[in-house]
């Protein structure tokens, strides 16, 4: 088939890569003419585990190209996919003003029947708003062209959205036209060879799903971030309480791993998006609200501890301390800071007068742009420790799983490490010799008032 991808951030270039994998002529197409230019020349804008190799692959063999000419793209293409972003608000609703500009492109330049499928997050009616984008610019032009708006949400997960794309949980399909959706069928009939988890429904359930599926996880994570909080009152162990629960085949163990808060482009911003649409429908979504404020507080947890146990004075300074962080990105396996609870936790760190040193395979980048040099970076995990007052785990990448303890031991001014990820065992820390700070572990209350309010 004939696709374009208009939109080639993280989300339309793996889906444009994806396609073209499969045998299909697929053109991704950007306003960037920098981030154009760089693909051209085989430069991927983003980290993602296997997309360089697939965007070179299908690129030299023909079937991937890319364009900053919507026009040329929409009129060589069927299907027409909407991958630009929807950043949230100042009210936390959903900006359409891209999706709604890229629909009113593909008006001004259709020259015949078309299928427009929403990739991006986007919030029920969009597609609604999507129809009568195409049609004014239709009507202004005088023609009658038929077209399709389709909703096909995203359920890609960072790090590991190549395999996601290839091999679905479930691919959702929103439309009202059988053909449309048998058109759609056999588009993402090559990645349902093992199992067709083809799921179609009408345009308004399937924008709801998206939604629906990332405040859940939401959801977990955000309860299971309490539970550890209050194992550390307890005395009780979060781990156990979590293999306890999670054997619950009605329950299960993904999503409640505690940490310093979830982050990334979709989370966040889903949750707040999610609530602003039932503000919008006059409900209040308390479940919600209390999701999003406790993640809020989750990301000052690990700060908070750091505080309790270095911190001097009424206003816990930690002027002259060093803190090295490992872990910047929001998750491993990709550079994305997007609300990384990094961002919170060491600019509390700076804020309090603390010398900030990271470490992160993939983020140092990303990082910069943020910080600039308000912190110190390096590409050495251990360097960073040399003379630091403590270690604070802030993103699982597996680099820090099984590190080299006596090596961490002797550049650490003291052993001290505080764990935002549960990576160790809390009894071969403490037969270490290390001042050992997990989450919901310890049962020390005097570290855990620095957490949860």
């Not at 293409?77 to 100042?90: D, K, M, Q, R, Y």
């Not at 610019?137 to 359920?155: A, H, I, Q, T």
């Not at 059988?178 to 588009?187: F, G, H, Q």
Request: glycine content about 8%; overall charge negative.
């Amino acid at each position: 088939m004939k696709i374009s991808v208009i939109g080639s951030g993280y989300v339309g270039l793996v889906a444009g890569a994806c396609f073209a994998e499969s045998g299909n002529s697929v053109i991704c197409v950007d306003i960037d003419e920098a981030k154009i230019d760089g693909l051209k020349q085989g430069n991927i804008p983003i980290y993602e585990p296997g997309l360089k190799e697939m965007v070179l692959r299908n690129s030299a063999e023909g079937r991937l190209s890319f364009t900053t000419d919507i026009e040329a793209a929409v009129k060589a293409s069927l299907i027409n996919f909407i991958a630009v972003g929807t950043p949230p608000g100042e009210d936390g609703s959903a900006d359409l003003q891209y999706v709604i500009g890229v629909a009113s492109n593909i008006g001004r330049n259709m020259q015949g029947y078309k299928i427009v499928v929403d990739k991006s997050t986007v919030p029920v009616g969009t597609a609604d708003k999507v129809k009568a984008a195409i049609q004014e610019e239709l009507d202004k032009r005088g023609v009658s062209f038929e077209f399709d708006v389709v909703s096909n949400p995203e359920f890609l997960k960072e790090g590991a959205a190549i395999d996601d794309f290839m091999k679905p949980d479930r691919v959702v399909i929103g439309t009202d036209n059988v053909r449309t959706a048998e058109i759609m069928k056999e588009l993402y009939e090559p990645f349902m060879r093992k199992n067709n988890r083809m799921i179609v429904m009408d345009i308004r359930s399937a924008e709801m799903t998206k939604y629906a599926a990332n405040a859940m996880l939401a959801t977990r994570i955000s309860f299971m971030n309490q539970i550890a909080n209050l194992c550390e009152r307890m005395g009780a162990d979060v781990a156990a309480v979590r293999e306890g629960i999670g054997s619950d085949s009605r329950i299960g163990y993904d999503f409640l791993f505690p940490g310093p808060g979830y982050g990334g482009s979709c989370f966040p911003k889903d949750v707040k998006a999610l609530i602003k649409t039932a503000e919008e429908c006059s409900y209040d979504f308390l479940l919600l609200k209390a999701v999003e404020e406790v993640n809020e507080r989750q990301k000052q947890v690990l700060s908070r501890k750091v505080l309790a146990l270095l911190g001097e004075g009424e206003q816990r300074s930690l002027a002259g301390k060093r803190i090295a962080c490992w872990g910047l990105s929001f998750k491993p396996r990709t550079d994305d800071m997007r609300e990384a609870p990094s961002l919170t936790i060491i600019d509390t760190l700076l804020a309090h007068g603390a010398q900030v040193l990271a470490h992160d395979p993939e983020a140092i980048r990303e990082a910069q742009k943020y910080f600039g040099d308000r912190i110190s970076y390096s590409h050495n995990q251990y360097e960073i420790l040399t003379e630091a007052d403590a270690l604070v785990i802030i993103t699982d990448w597996n680099e820090y799983r099984n590190p080299d303890f006596d090596r961490i031991a002797s550049e650490l001014k003291s052993p001290l490490v505080i764990d935002g990820r549960n990576l160790y065992r809390p009894e071969r820390m403490k037969e270490a010799g290390f001042t050992y700070v997990p989450l919901g572990r310890n049962g020390n209350t005097t570290v855990a008032s620095g957490g949860d309010n």
